[in-house]
């Protein structure tokens, strides 16, 4: 059974970061994108950062220059930096990985920014 889990997440004051890591169970090789969604109370759970298995990357808009997605095949694990953090920046934030038939989805990670 393929599982995904996150950590990293917490509570942290504008303008800090924080780094989430998704660790799987099986070789992220197997996966031909791993990302990042996010969802705040009240709203809809949308892309923050994808990764393919080639290394391309695509962020929101809302994210780009301050957040960085990296993966780590030895360690089966990707990650997410988080700079320059503000509080709308607050949601739970979900692993996510595209298999060749299913979709793979963490249990979420909360990140709070504090203003």
């Known amino acids: 059974q393929v599982q995904l889990v996150e950590s990293g997440g917490g509570l942290v004051q504008s303008g800090g970061s924080l780094r989430l890591s998704c660790a799987t169970s099986?070789?992220?090789?197997?996966?031909?994108?791993m990302g990042w969604f996010r969802q705040a109370p009240g709203k809809q759970r949308e892309m923050v950062s994808v990764i393919t298995s080639g290394g391309t990357t695509n962020y929101a808009d809302s994210v780009k220059g301050r957040f960085t997605i990296s993966r780590d095949n030895a360690k089966n694990t990707v990650y997410l930096q988080m700079n320059s953090l503000k509080p709308e920046d607050t949601a739970v934030y979900y692993c996510?990985?595209?298999?060749?038939?299913?979709?793979?989805w963490g249990q979420g990670t909360q990140v709070t920014v504090s203003s």
């Open positions: 099986i070789r992220i090789s197997s996966f031909s994108d």
């Open positions: 996510h990985a595209s298999g060749l038939i299913n979709d793979y």
